[in-house]
């Protein structure tokens, strides 16, 4: 191969490379990684046996946390 072509390649994808480094950063900067809803909606299409199945465990954990003694 002739160094021009690895010349030509090595640019290429340094170059394509600071295009997708941009972009992410960009993407970060803006907010699109932030799932503000995320508990929201996992409740929302979560099934009725699901959320009683939830709040029973939290039950017994406050009830654990009521009982505890530490010796």
Do not use: C, H, T
Not at 8 to 16: D, E, K, T, V
Not at 17 to 27: D, E, S, V, Y
Not at 48 to 56: F, I, S
């Amino acid at each position: 191969m002739d160094n021009w072509v690895i010349a030509m390649m090595l640019g290429a994808s340094i170059f394509l490379g600071a295009i997708a480094l941009f972009a992410f950063l960009w993407a970060i900067k803006n907010g699109q990684f932030d799932d503000e809803e995320k508990f929201l909606n996992a409740a929302k299409f979560d099934g009725e046996e699901e959320l009683n199945d939830a709040l029973k465990q939290e039950q017994k954990k406050e009830a654990l946390k009521k009982n505890y003694r530490p010796e």
